[in-house]
């Protein structure tokens, strides 16, 4: 602790040292460069805890304590200026009382940077995110290297709110439409990063230099300005009703992404509301008091621990076996050519570059995939994402024909055809027959059994099931499925591959539609039922809104496809008639051909009058219609019911990966931590297992 | 992307013999002491500053205009290796159109680059090219990684201390008694002095580039000035230093060079082209020449290589004006001085001090010494003629002769040529 930190550090803090040099400054004078260092390499980069801010308030006490300066400046490691607060640490905060003193901590420390009677700079040499932004908005001058570094205040997008001072200094620098854009909406659109260049057309930044000779450079641009050779100009900001305009707008988009399951995107916009007009003091505690609020709240802790499975488990799969036991895939089999096939066909071809042959029973159809897929390297060619000469390489990597027997010397062949198992226990037999006894043999199947499909096979143990999201290009997750059979080269080769395919994998045991459908299919089965006995669509469809869900179970349907959608319902309803409810009406839906139940001509979601027209409404065995919150209750119920089934039967090895699959396979929000700590949350696990998935403090405040 | 030069020029230039070939401009990196400032800093990085900072500084070149690079490092592995003049051009942003290559002549390698790439413009093959050197003894301790062929030895083809540029130093004393170690103590003192009074003079600092220099342990600093010279050395000091090559022997760590980190670099362009961009034209090339001795005296190399040059173009030394010669020992500036005539304390040599006090960093020195000369000719427009010369390991000496395009008698070759110049 030190005189401004008021906070033990964290337990195993890895400290961010502040350094001191007195250097030269160039033609200008004595001047002190602090350099922020965690002392780890490039991988690990520096944040900030509470041993960290007492670091970096020794550095300015020192810097206070030495006469003469002319200037000082701050900036980090190689590679990195500093990337904010210290995540880890903040599960360790169990009383309101220390996170204040956290936030109060940052505010106090680094509002010394502007009080020190001298010019301050910051020379952001890397990547600069949070509070590491924030200790450079409080410089008076700011540099940026033009290397890959990103910047960006994200707090928003984890559950917090820029309140180290960003939530009042970056408007104040740049206006309110342009922090609203860096402090909601970025961090709200897939935690979106700002580029050195768009940091400098926005303002956040005075200067943008290469990063051959960054630091130099910037060292002779702080010189110019201390000697008054270099005007900094900056963008007048506009403080009339404009601002207020535009933070209501941010609000109101805000609001229709989360429907308010977040709490930090209005307490960003309330701060920001108020840099208007509130004194920098003020703005300060406000700060100060939303932080203590956001990092007590469960929506903030659960984000962490989803922030803790895609950033740590995401990228080291459970239960995955050596990779050294992977085998070498140097080709690529796709069987069929239709809508998934040349999906995989093509995100094979992108990211393993290697010949990826096609096949398909009919020319035209092979005739048509084989053209999706050079129409996308066209396509990525034409936008400069390929070289011409990438381009090329790829075209010539595809291939197709009608017959299977041209897999033979494939390292891996998948399956994309339809979903009916003798189909697809045809294809593998007639598989093997020609590719080697050691190839890998994949299934994309999101529902039938890949057990039965080894049936009557030689090798039934290089089977495996490797599960990729619609559309493919997007979705980052794959559930690898293994039958009893499937052995380790089999498995590691697998993970191996979804890893250079730069998806994240998880392990499922071969059940029924894995993890993600199964979940799904669960609550989209009652929300039908309601439908079905009579809930308006509208409300059956709102009955989820407080989960901030990415898309509501209606439109969910539509971007399946209710084709799919049916399909699936109708394979589950058949092994387990009890839980997967199958809708008469989405069957009339499916077969009518028609994408969605809403009619969206009118820019609005409106149950369509010749949808409607096809559904046959009931009522329920007894009493009313169920109401938004009975639905509610009844879909966290349902799928309380089936996640603890799930781990029942193993499907999984831990209840982590049944998050880490929600949040990467369906989108699912951080805010929710998946899907269990919100379960837990909403007392739906209690209700119905008598006990909650995590226990308290994993994904929620301590008790 | 094109795969045909778009920098051809216009007129093609068939028929040139001979160019008038200028130093545009030369900058360097300070030098550091091997183990200090540079310690956690990369060779590579210590080039690319220079080569940046010199496009910096003559904004007329544009970098596509620049047609080779050559950079020279006495151990080329590590950060000197990797085809070091190409990988360092696109480190430092070069457009890929832009060639590069290594160059090596251990301690001339600056001096070769420059010379290298000088007769490549002479000859009009080339338009404008940089010549650079770096060593950074620190990363790259002097012999590293070398394997001596055991014939060497074994058919007694050199003197077992031909490797130990110590020991030729004291074989340079053994060799001419004349050259005492007081002599060379009061050398090694006077070239200290003159380093502090050129710095105080802001004769050096012009055309340093401050340097960035990473430290784990303490964090980034900023070198701005050399970092070995010891301005209040004196010749009492310097006489109770031990002598590390012999007992009883005559050279020092005081009257030696010393171990040194750094990065040299320069614009070399043909004088027609350098007046069309509206580039500096510091100097002029008049010839240059290369000589070999026993590489048991390396250090007596830049005598018979001088004579050489001045052969060569038929000057004599009594018209040079201005000499620049590295200082790895005094004794080897000492028997260079005896041999032509000159006094150890003539004005007219090392006049802002030398590689005794600012050091040595290898194949950089070479350009060291010509962007001395280049300030000195700016001061002095009375000479006409100057020269740059040093010894080098295995036996070896180089020269350039540079002629002052501030002397009133100076005609710029208009047309390239040489015969303009005349």
């Known amino acids: ?162 309140g180290w001072g960003g939530a009042y200094l970056l408007p104040s620098l740049i206006g309110a439409r342009a922090a609203c854009e860096v402090i909601i909406r970025n961090p709200l659109n897939q935690n979106r990063l700002l580029k050195p260049e768009q940091a400098l057309g926005l303002g956040v930044v005075d200067v943008a230099f290469d990063a051959a000779d960054f630091l130099e450079e910037s060292l002779r641009w702080a010189a110019g300005v201390v000697r008054g050779d270099i005007e900094v100009h900056r963008a007048e900001v506009d403080r009339g009703p404009a601002w207020q305009e535009a933070v209501a707008e941010a609000r109101q988009w805000a609001a229709a992404r989360t429907h308010g399951a977040t709490p930090a995107p209005d307490r960003a916009c309330d701060l920001i509301e108020a840099a208007a007009s509130a004194d920098r003091d003020a703005a300060f505690a406000a700060e100060d008091e939303a932080l203590a609020d956001l990092v007590m709240g469960d929506e903030l802790r659960a984000s962490l621990y989803s922030f803790d499975l895609v950033q740590r488990r995401a990228k080291r799969p459970r239960g995955v076996p050596d990779a050294a036991l992977a085998r070498r895939v140097t080709r690529i089999g796709v069987v069929g050519a239709g809508l ?364 | 992307m094109t795969l045909t030069a778009d920098t051809a020029p216009a007129v093609p230039r068939t028929n040139r013999s001979l160019a008038s070939v200028v130093f545009v401009d030369g900058v360097r990196t300070p030098f550091g002491k091997a183990g200090g400032a540079y310690a956690e800093t990369r060779a590579d990085d210590l080039v690319v500053r220079v080569i940046r900072e010199l496009l910096r500084r003559n904004p007329g070149l544009a970098p596509a205009e620049v047609d080779d690079v050559a950079i020279a490092a006495a151990t080329q592995s590590g950060d000197q290796g990797m085809l070091l003049g190409r990988s360092a051009a696109l480190l430092a942003g070069l457009p890929a159109s832009v060639p590069g290559y290594s160059i090596d002549r251990w301690c001339a390698g600056a001096m070769t680059a420059v010379t290298t790439v000088a007769a490549s413009v002479a000859v009009g093959t080339n338009d404008v090219a940089i010549a650079a050197g770096v060593e950074h003894m620190g990363r790259h301790p002097i012999g590293d990684g070398l394997d001596p062929n055991p014939r060497f030895l074994a058919e007694r083809l050199v003197d077992p201390a031909a490797l130990s540029m110590g020991a030729t130093a004291e074989n340079l004393h053994d060799q001419f008694p004349a050259l005492t170690k007081q002599r060379a103590d009061a050398y090694a003192a006077a070239s200290q002095h003159r380093t502090a009074k050129a710095y105080a003079n802001g004769l050096i600092q012009p055309d340093l580039v401050p340097m960035a220099t990473r430290s784990a342990e303490h964090g980034w600093g900023l070198l701005t000035v050399d970092e070995p010279p010891r301005p209040d050395t004196t010749i009492e000091g310097l006489a109770k230093l031990r002598t590390p090559f012999r007992p009883y022997g005559r050279v020092t760590a005081g009257n030696s060079s010393g171990l040194n980190d750094g990065a040299t670099g320069a614009i070399i362009a043909a004088e027609d082209v350098a007046i069309a961009h509206g580039l500096p034209r510091k100097m002029r090339m008049v010839t240059y020449a290369f000589a070999g001795v026993g590489p048991e005296v390396m250090g007596y190399g830049p005598v018979p290589s001088t004579q050489k040059a001045l052969d060569h173009c038929g000057l004599t030394i009594d018209q040079i004006g201005l000499i620049e010669i590295n200082e790895a020992f005094a004794v080897q500036v000492l028997a260079f001085l005896d041999h032509f005539g000159i006094a150890d304390d003539d004005e007219r040599v090392n006049p802002m001090g030398g590689a005794i006090a600012v050091g040595h960093p290898l194949a950089s020195s070479g350009i060291r010494l010509m962007i001395n000369l280049a300030r000195s000719f700016e001061r002095h427009p009375e000479v006409r003629y100057g020269l740059t010369t040093m010894c080098i390991g295995l036996g070896m000496g180089g020269t350039v002769i540079w002629e002052n395009p501030h002397h009133p008698d100076y005609r710029p070759a208009l047309d390239g040529s040489l015969a303009g110049a005349a």
């Open chain 1, 340 to 703: 998934m096939a040349r999906q995989l066909a093509w995100l094979f071809l992108q990211r393993l570059e290697v010949p990826v042959h096609i096949t398909d029973l009919d020319q035209a159809r092979l005739d048509a995939g084989l053209g999706w897929v050079r129409d996308q390297i066209a396509e990525q060619a034409g936008r400069g994402r390929l070289s011409e000469r990438e381009a090329n390489r790829l075209r010539g990597l595809l291939t197709g024909s009608l017959s299977i027997a041209d897999f033979a010397g494939a390292d891996l062949v998948i399956e994309a055809v339809a979903e009916e198992i003798e189909v697809k226990q045809r294809v593998f037999a007639d598989l093997e027959q020609v590719v080697e006894p050691t190839a890998v043999l994949a299934t994309n199947t999101s529902s039938l059994s890949v057990t039965r499909m080894t049936e009557g096979l030689a090798n039934p143990e290089r089977v495996v099931g490797i599960h990729f999201f619609n559309p493919v290009a997007v979705m980052p997750l794959v559930e690898i499925a293994r039958t009893p059979s499937t052995d380790e080269a089999t498995l590691a080769t697998a993970f191996t591959v979804a890893r250079a395919l730069k998806k994240s994998a998880i392990l499922v045991k071969d059940a029924p539609a894995f993890v993600v459908n199964r979940l799904l299919m669960r609550f989209l089965g009652e929300i039908m039922r309601a439908v079905d006995e009579g809930t308006p669509v509208n409300v059956a469809d709102r009955s989820l809104d407080p989960l901030g869900l990415p898309m509501t179970p209606v439109n969910l349907i539509a971007l399946v496809g209710p084709g799919v959608a049916y399909h699936v319902a109708a394979q589950m309803h058949s092994q387990f008639p009890d839980r997967f409810y199958l809708s008469d009406n989405l069957r009339r839906l499916a077969e009518s051909g028609r994408p969605s139940i809403y009619d969206w001509s009118t820019g609005a979601p409106v149950p369509d009058p010749e949808v409607m027209a096809l559904f046959s409404i009931g009522r329920p065995a007894m009493g009313d219609p169920a109401t938004e919150a009975e639905i509610r209750s009844r879909a966290l119920a349902a799928l309380a019911d089936e996640v603890g089934r799930m781990l029942d039967e193993g499907v999984v090895a831990e209840v982590a990966d049944l998050d880490l699959a929600m949040i990467l396979g369906a989108g699912w929000p951080f805010w929710l931590g998946g899907m269990t700590p919100y379960l837990d949350r909403s007392g739906a696990s209690v209700r119905v297992r008598g006990s909650r998935f995590l226990p308290p403090g994993v994904a929620s405040v301590p008790a």
């Open chain 1, 1 to 162: 602790m030190s005189a401004h930190v008021t906070v033990p550090p964290f337990p195993g803090e890895v400290v961010t040292q502040a350094h001191v040099r007195i250097i030269d400054l160039p033609g200008a004078g004595p001047a002190a460069l602090i350099t922020l260092d965690n002392g780890e390499d490039h991988s690990r980069p520096s944040t900030l805890g509470p041993a960290g801010l007492a670091a970096l308030d020794a550095a300015i006490d020192e810097v206070a304590a030495t006469s003469g300066l002319v200037a000082v400046a701050i900036t980090g490691k190689p590679f990195c200026f500093l990337v904010g607060a210290d995540l880890t640490g903040i599960g360790h905060v169990t009383e309101r009382g220390a996170a204040l003193a956290m936030a109060r901590s940052g505010h106090a420390v680094f509002q010394r940077l502007t009080g020190l009677g001298m010019p301050s700079f910051a020379f952001i040499n890397g990547a600069a995110m949070g509070g590491g932004l924030e200790v450079a908005l409080h410089c008076d001058y700011r540099t940026i290297s033009r290397g890959p570094g990103m910047i960006g205040l994200p707090e928003v997008f984890l559950g917090l709110v820029p």
